[in-house]
Structure formats: structure tokens, C-alpha cells
């Protein structure tokens, strides 16, 4: 089964890579760009968007405060970006947040970080997935007719590419991005040229509509209120900046200098890309509302259910370049596809953190090894399922699922500032050199910063979003953080139960005798196997069991057992019910009660075959009976196998697949034998 799963499994992934090839997997700054900055690189896509939306409940008068917005927005972002430089480099493992957290300020808080990310990875593939599908839907009807449906397919598609390896992902993720971020520098460029030097006037799609405010007369406390939840919208643009962190092992060399330098520029490309947007909105007269189809109003008419509200980026893009030109198809098309890519964040952050998580045993640990590719396969399938089950849930509505977004990545923004605190005070203690004292000093200045203004809107998100959705994200943390806790606790009570005692034990000292069991149900091949085997392991006591079900059989049983004469005490347990399994453990519970001391081992014939149908028709009963003897103390259990005619044609066949060379079979070879050189021919 696993040859015929092989070949399939090579075509879609690609050939198995030997463990010491790990390293030319790691990235250098080009690639690590695109692969760990997709995120906060396409969140100006729908970040600006998102700022006017929340601005329009009071009108058209509120997109005044857009640009002080988006300076709050900036001066986070640089705040964030700083921050976790000094991260990179006090902690380049890639434990990131989660690392820092547990390490200065206790595990619980390191539970809280790594619960925090892991929901907030698992949203960024559904926001991104699902924002993406709404823009390809405006040219492809077909996509969003059938978004959930798209989305899932899209989550597929995109696992599917992350399980071939980081380093082919990211060199497929590469020139999307690169195109999408030259796309918009040329937008913002030309359109600061044109508005600017050439004096054109640019108008918006959207530009003589009107927007009914839901929200007349706003002021005061309403109107800070406003403009807070605004604030709060608008930092979407900073998910996934952490991943950079998270991700530090998989750089290249100097690793801790590439992550913070691609830090840098992601903040950079991503605080340019957001004020360029959000200006031309404002030079173009975007109008956005949350609910178009009343509160757009063309000439004075709301204009109706089948209007199709485009994106900001979109609508800038149109009055910049012009409806139907190559740069707009271009940008149109560069966003879409950005916007499924930027998932790719989550795809290298949670996999890695997963990893982590299950070396501190608070995830099972099949999540820390490596796959066939070298890349954490099994976290990679868990966060598809996890986004899936969401896209499904909220019907792929980036609406509905952003305001669960950006919860988690500020509580562990926030947590993982005040670690780095604690951090820089308990070496400033020990440090007397006077130059790293400096340095110390300015990064807990920097730190203690990013800790004030990440708490501040913490504050601020939860306040202004959490009726509106951001409930569910806390309690995806409190399930994750419970979930972790429980699996913590099983590791640990399983390690204390099976940890070797130091002097002489009951599990070290020798059974005072054994007992063997041949269980029978005829004479035939596998039996007397089974009776030989059994023999050559010089028990005290050896017997053959059978099992009562029909009067007719055991009798024949006896006789042929008699009439062989087999050397070996034959006991037929009676089975007025016709059951198999119960008899027989309540026999060997028996023995065991009475001598404690004693060992029970237990001899089960079983048929080997070599065809999938076949092992429906036998070894059933073979199977409960080991189910059931696992858990009575003190009993061996002993598979002896007969091979039938058809596992000899499986293993042909099997030794047939091994001999072709299947497309993207692994070549294996001697390692420590290589093959000698050919010796010259003398021929030139």
C-alpha cells in the first residue's frame, strides 16, 4: 500500500530530501521577503479599505482624519518593526514571541503568546484566501457564485505547494509579490506625477457618489470613538510582522543580521505602499460605505443591491492608470494573486511555532519533525484544516472574518515587548562593558516603547471590536490555551508514570514464571507454526486454547488433535454466548490472579495476505482479542505469521514498482560504500 501511495505522493511533492541537505533549503533576503512579509506587504490591499469603511458611518466630513490615521498607523508600524529587530538578535532559535515570553515572563504567558499566534495564523489564511476570492470574483463570476467552494480549493492548492519545501514555495511566491509591490510604487508614483507636476485631476469610479452617514452629527466621546475603531481597522496592515521572527532559522547565514534587515525593508516597502494608497484615495474621492447598497447615494438615489463595491486599491488603481489599461489589469491581477499568496505567512510561521510547541510537549509530537521535504508536513495540513473548517463556517466572507483579526498578533505583540523588558533588565544586572551597556540600554528604551503603544491598542481593539466579532478570536485562544495545558499535563504524567526507578523494581525484576498460551481454532499450518515457536521459547507451562462455539468442530478439534498426537495439553474454554474475545481474557485474568508474579504470553496465528479485500476476511477476531489483552497487566502478546500465496504476489509485485523508476522516485544508494571510479580506458 505505501508503494502504491509513494508515486502519487512523489508527482504532487517532489522526491524525498535526505536529512543533511536541510541547509541549501535556507533562504537568502529575496526569497525570506515574499515568504515571511506576504502578509503585511498585501494587507494594503484591504487595510486602507478597511479605515474609510469604519470612517464612513459619519460621512463623507470624517475622511479628513484618514491621513492622521494612517500616520498612527506609521508610526506603529516602526515602532513594531524596531522592536522585534532587538528580537531577531536576542533570540535567533525561532521561538520569536512565543520564545521570548516564555523564557522572561513564565510559561503560562508563553501559553497565552503561543495561543495568540496560532489563532491568528490560522485567520490570516482565511482572511487572505477569502479576500482574494472577492477580487478574483469581480472578472470571474463563476468564483464568486461559489466562494466557499474557491476558497477551500485555493487553501488546497496552496498546502499543496508549501508541502513541496520553503525554499520552492517561496522562489513560486517571489514574483507575485515583487510585482504586486512594483505595481502599486508605480500607481503611487505616477499618480503623485500626474496630480502633482502635470496638475491632472484624478476622479475615483466612486468619486460624484454621496454617502448617507448612518451616524449624523457625531462629536465628543462618539467621534473618538469613531476614529479609535478606525485606528483599529487600519492596523491589519501590521499582521504578520512577527513572522519574521518566528522564522529566523530558516535564513541564511548570518541569520539574526538577514532576519532584522528583511524586517527593515518590509516595514519600509509596507508604511510607503499604506500612505500611498490612503493618499490617492483622498486625492481620487474614494467613497466607501459598509453597507453600499443604501448608504451610496448617486445623484441622490441610493444605488441598490447589485452594485459591487471594488476595493480601495482597486478604485485608485482605475483613476490613476485607467479602466482598461495594461498597468490596471496588471495591478488588478498582481493583487488577486498576492492576496492568496499572503497566506503563505501563516504557512512558514505556524508550522514552525507547531514545532516548537511539540518539543515543549504542548502539541502532540508528530508536529516536530520534518517531512519527506524537510518542511513541518503535519503542522502544514493542520493549519489547512483549521482554515478550512473557518471558511466554511463564516462562508468566506473577509467582512465577517476580519474583525476576528489582529486580536491575537497584538497580545502577542504586547507580551512579547515587556519580555524583551525583562529581558535587557536581568543582563543589564551582569553587564559591565560600557559600550554593550549603551546598546542594552537603547533597546530596552526601544522595547519598553513598543510594550506602551502595542498595550495602548490592544486596549483599543478590544474595546472597539470585540462586539463585532473579536470574541471568537479570544476564545479560540482560550480553547488553544486548554487544549495545550491538557496535552502538557498527559506528557508529563505519562513521563513520571514510565520514568526508570533507580534501584531494583517490579518491571526490572525477573517473572517468577511464564505461562504460554496457543490460541487454536484447527490444525493446520499456522497452528503448528505457532505450537513451534511457542516451544522454542522454553516456557514453565505451555498449552494450546481453543474456544467452544460449535459442539461439532471442537470435537473434530479433539480428535485430530489426538490422533496427531500433539505433545502440547489442548483446553477447550466453553462459549455458551459463541463469544471469542471474552473467554479468553477472563482466562488469562484468571491465571494472573493467581500467580501475581507470574508472566502470561499469549501466541495468536495470523494470516498475512497480500491483497486489501483480504484482510477484511481474516485476522478480525485476531485484532480484538490484542485490543483487549493490551490492557491486562502482565500479558505478552505474540503475533505469529503464516504468509499465504498472495502475499508472495504482493511482495512481487512491490519488488516489480521498486525496480521501475517511477517519476520522482528516490534513488537510494550505498552511503558508506560509494561506488569506486570507473579505471581509465586509455581511450582520448
Known amino acids: ?95 520569536g514571541d512565543y520564545e521570548v515570553a516564555n523564557t522572561n515572563l513564565g510559561p503560562q504567558a508563553g501559553l497565552t503568546v503561543a495561543s495568540a499566534l496560532l489563532v491568528d495564523y490560522v485567520l490570516t489564511v482565511a482572511v487572505s484566501i477569502s479576500s482574494g476570492v472577492e477580487n478574483l470574483g469581480s472578472a470571474v463570476h463563476f468564483v464568486i457564485e461559489h466562494k466557499v467552494l474557491s476558497a477551500i480549493v485555493m487553501i488546497l492548492l496552496l498546502t499543496l505547494m508549501n508541502l513541496r519545501g520553503v525554499k520552492e514555495s517561496g522562489k513560486l511566491f517571489a514574483i507575485p509579490t515583487y510585482v504586486f509591490v512594483a505595481a502599486v510604487f508605480i500607481m503611487i508614483g505616477w499618480g503623485a506625477w500626474k496630480g502633482i507636476v502635470l496638475g491632472e485631476t484624478m476622479s475615483a469610479p466612486t468619486a460624484d457618489f454621496e454617502i448617507e452617514p448612518e451616524q449624523k452629527g457625531l462629536a465628543g466621546f462618539a467621534m473618538v470613538f469613531l476614529l479609535l475603531r478606525a485606528f483599529s481597522s487600519g492596523c491589519a496592515a501590521l499582521t504578520g510582522v512577527e513572522a519574521i521572527s518566528n522564522g529566523v532559522p530558516a535564513f541564511r547565514k548570518p541569520k539574526s543580521k538577514n532576519a532584522a534587515s528583511t524586517l527593515a525593508l518590509m516595514g519600509g516597502l509596507a508604511v510607503t505602499m499604506f500612505c500611498g494608497i490612503i493618499g490617492l484615495a483622498m486625492a481620487t474621492d474614494v467613497r466607501m460605505a459598509e453597507n453600499p447598497a443604501e448608504d451610496l447615494l448617486h445623484n441622490g438615489v441610493p444605488v441598490g443591491p447589485s452594485y459591487v463595491q471594488d476595493p480601495v486599491i482597486s478604485q485608485v488603481g482605475e483613476a490613476v492608470f485607467g479602466g482598461d489599461s495594461i498597468l490596471f489589469i496588471l495591478l488588478a491581477t498582481a493583487t488577486a494573486l498576492v492576496l492568496f499568496l499572503a497566506a503563505n505567512t501563516a504557512y512558514n510561521g505556524f508550522p514552525l511555532l507547531g514545532s516548537i510547541l511539540a518539543q515543549d510537549r504542548y502539541l502532540p509530537r508528530q508536529l516536530h519533525t520534518r517531512g519527506d521535504r524537510l518542511a513541518f508536513s503535519n503542522g502544514i495540513v493542520l493549519l489547512a484544516g483549521a482554515a478550512i473548517l473557518l471558511v466554511w463556517i463564516y462562508d468566506a466572507d473577509s467582512t465577517k472574518l476580519i474583525q476576528l483579526y489582529i486580536v491575537g498578533v497584538f497580545v502577542s505583540f504586547t507580551l512579547s515587548q515587556i519580555g524583551m523588558v525583562r529581558h535587557w533588565n536581568r543582563h543589564l544586572k551582569t553587564e559591565r562593558d560600557a559600550a554593550a551597556r549603551r546598546r542594552m540600554h537603547r533597546s530596552r528604551a526601544i522595547n519598553t516603547f513598543g510594550a506602551f503603544f502595542t498595550g495602548m491598542v490592544l486596549v483599543i481593539v478590544l474595546a472597539t471590536k470585540f462586539t463585532h466579532g473579536a470574541w471568537v478570536a479570544l476564545l479560540g485562544m482560550v480553547i488553544f490555551y486548554g487544549t495545550m495545558t491538557a496535552i502538557r499535563k498527559h506528557y508529563d504524567r505519562v513521563s513520571a508514570e514510565i520514568a526508570a526507578a533507580e534501584g531494583p523494581s517490579d518491571d526490572s525484576v525477573r517473572p517468577s514464571r511464564v505461562h504460554s498460551i496457543v490460541l487454536v481454532s484447527k490444525v493446520h499450518k499456522p497452528t503448528l507454526r505457532a505450537l513451534a515457536f511457542a516451544k522454542l521459547t522454553r516456557s514453565d507451562t505451555l498449552e494450546a486454547v481453543s474456544i467452544s462455539v460449535d459442539t461439532a468442530e471442537t470435537k473434530a478439534l479433539r480428535e485430530e488433535w489426538d490422533r496427531r498426537g500433539i505433545n502440547v495439553p489442548l483446553k477447550i474454554l466453553d462459549s455458551p454466548y459463541r463469544e471469542i474475545t471474552r473467554p479468553v481474557v477472563e482466562y488469562v485474568k484468571g491465571l494472573r490472579s493467581e500467580n501475581p508474579r507470574d508472566a502470561v504470553s499469549v501466541y495468536i496465528p495470523e494470516y498475512v495476505v497480500g491483497r486489501w479485500w483480504e484482510h477484511l476476511l481474516h485476522n478480525q477476531s485476531a485484532l480484538r482479542l490484542k485490543g483487549r489483552l493490551l490492557f491486562t497487566p502482565g500479558v505478552m502478546v505474540t503475533s505469529v505469521p503464516y504468509q499465504l500465496e498472495s502475499s508472495e504476489l504482493a511482495k512481487r509485485r512491490a519488488k516489480k514498482r521498486q525496480d521501475w523508476n517511477a517519476p520522482g522516485s528516490v534513488r537510494r544508494g550505498p552511503v558508506d560504500s560509494p561506488r569506486p571510479p570507473k579505471a581509465p580506458t586509455g581511450k582520448g
Open 1 to 95: 500500500m505505501s508503494k502504491l501511495t509513494d508515486v502519487p505522493k512523489r508527482i504532487l511533492i517532489g522526491r524525498a530530501l535526505r536529512s543533511d541537505r536541510l541547509g541549501e533549503t535556507l533562504l537568502p533576503k529575496r526569497i525570506a521577503l515574499p515568504v515571511f512579509a506576504s502578509d503585511p506587504l498585501s494587507s494594503v490591499a484591504y487595510a486602507p479599505g478597511e479605515v474609510l469603511l469604519v470612517l464612513s458611518i459619519a460621512g463623507v466630513s470624517a475622511y479628513q482624519y484618514s491621513p492622521w490615521i494612517a500616520l498612527a498607523v506609521v508610526v506603529l508600524m516602526f515602532t513594531v518593526v524596531a522592536s522585534y529587530r532587538q528580537n531577531v538578535h536576542a533570540y535567533p532559535s525561532g521561538g
